[in-house]
């Protein structure tokens, strides 16, 4: 009976061994008896630690900052929003006080606190490579959120061959950052898109008063000769608003890397403005009611939780 059991028990053992051996996933054949110990039982292998979540964007965005600070051009400043030819900061999709227009500090700092909390410092006429010392004066206010509107202005050149690069543009907004950073580590960033001027100019190009206001010379690589709808006119345009889209990407991308802040997704860019939303003196910067379309897309995506 004996000789039997050490029999089987062979057979088992090598039957085991057998199926281990043709088996895709690991397996152990005949673990071995664990034996007691003198001290008590033999321990097991320690418990890896849980790792600590990282924490997501959305869980560290406050979506009631109380203060904010806006850069950007000439659309922050509300230029030929108000008068032409001239700055109407009070009707500011960032920071304005204008209660029609309901701008993005207005509806977030309320009216007793926009005069005191927030602060516009973007600059009629300014490119992206001027983004790190307006960032930098943002950061000296200490601001809980700082929004950007920045870009319009470097495919706005007289010719596609004068816009801005897309990899200078690239590392002045990374810089810009960077800036923000060094003075206000825990400040807040919303990122509108740059515009869409294609759209722009296949609105103003049937408008007669469009058509006027852009013989001035205004966005000449996109808006020059509105009525030429030749083979090269519509090459030149196509190259500006590629630009424009290669512009969005790099807000996109370089916003993506930092946790605290939020690009709109396009909103800008996707929004389609009409003749009553643009300045009645240059039909290209938005007017008071294009300012509170702006105002509405930020505030909807600073919001979102």
């Known amino acids: 009976m004996r000789g039997r059991r050490r029999f089987r028990t062979a057979v088992a053992t090598a039957t085991a061994a057998l199926l281990c051996a043709g088996a895709l996933s690991g397996c152990t054949a005949g673990e071995p008896e664990t034996k ?106 200490r601001p809980e959120l700082v929004t950007v509107m920045m870009g319009a202005n470097d495919a706005c050149r007289p010719t596609p061959a004068l816009m801005t690069p897309v990899e200078d543009f690239r590392t002045s907004f990374e810089t810009a950052l960077a800036r923000l950073r060094k003075g206000a580590p825990e400040a807040q960033v919303y990122v509108a898109s740059v515009p869409d001027l294609m759209h722009l100019w296949s609105t103003g190009r049937v408008s007669p008063a469009g058509l006027r206001a852009w013989r001035l010379g205004i966005c000449g690589a996109m808006l020059a000769d509105a009525e030429d709808l030749s083979a090269a006119a519509d090459r030149r345009r196509a190259e500006v608003r590629g630009r424009v889209v290669a512009y969005n990407r790099v807000l996109s991308e370089v916003c993506a890397k930092d946790e605290r802040c939020r690009y709109d997704d396009g909103a800008v860019f996707g929004f389609r403005f009409d003749g009553g939303q643009l300045s009645p003196w240059d039909w290209f910067h938005p007017s008071r009611d294009g300012q509170a379309r702006l105002a509405e897309l930020a505030y909807r995506r600073i919001t979102k939780e």
């Open 36 to 141: 007691a110990s003198p001290t008590g039982p033999t321990p097991g292998p320690a418990a890896k630690p849980t790792p600590e979540a990282t924490p997501s964007p959305d869980s560290l965005w406050d979506v009631s900052p109380s203060s904010v600070a806006a850069v950007g051009d000439s659309v922050t400043r509300a230029f030929d929003a108000c008068a032409v030819l001239a700055d109407c900061p009070e009707v500011s999709w960032a920071t304005g006080t204008d209660t029609a227009v309901n701008s993005l500090a207005l509806r977030l700092l309320g009216p007793e606190k926009v005069a005191t909390r927030s602060w516009n410092l973007a600059r009629t006429g300014a490119r992206m490579v001027e983004l790190p010392e307006q960032m930098a004066g943002a950061a000296a206010e």
